[in-house]
């Protein structure tokens, strides 16, 4: 075989593997909230967002609201999301997916995370909350 060849071989090998890699698919997130899901009105949390990849480009979604979207990069295996200021409306449904520089798509999506938000306002012992 001459050595033309043998690089020619090599080369469609390379790129098969690199092609098949990038078509995979990535394992699914896991989405949790710190402090908690369950926060007062008026207060913060953090949603984390952890995929088993570095160099990852994360993505945060809401259940139900088509604009939400908050996206970044991240060197490390996760992602934080601050949610500062918490309102009624901020209440609901969160998931989140990820990609990779090899990943040509995005991961499926994180189980839903349900975000609650209650008003201690009313009174000892009232808990009103929007879901």
Do not use: I
Request: hydrophobic share 35%; glycine share 8%; aromatic share 6%.
């Amino acid at each position: 075989m001459s050595s033309e060849s043998l690089w020619l071989l090599c080369l469609g090998l390379c790129l098969g593997r690199a092609d098949r890699g990038s078509n995979e698919t990535l394992p699914r997130p896991s989405l949790c909230a710190r402090p908690s899901s369950l926060v007062e009105l008026g207060s913060s949390v953090t949603l984390l967002c952890r995929a088993g990849f570095q160099n990852a480009t994360f993505v945060l979604r809401k259940l139900l609201d088509p604009g939400f979207k908050r996206e970044q990069s991240s060197a490390e295996t996760k992602a934080e999301f601050p949610l500062a200021g918490l309102r009624p409306e901020d209440a609901g449904g969160y998931s989140c997916a990820y990609k990779t520089a090899a990943a040509r798509q995005w991961s499926e999506p994180s189980r839903h995370l349900r975000l609650v938000v209650t008003d201690e306002s009313d009174g000892p012992g009232a808990r009103a909350t929007k879901t």
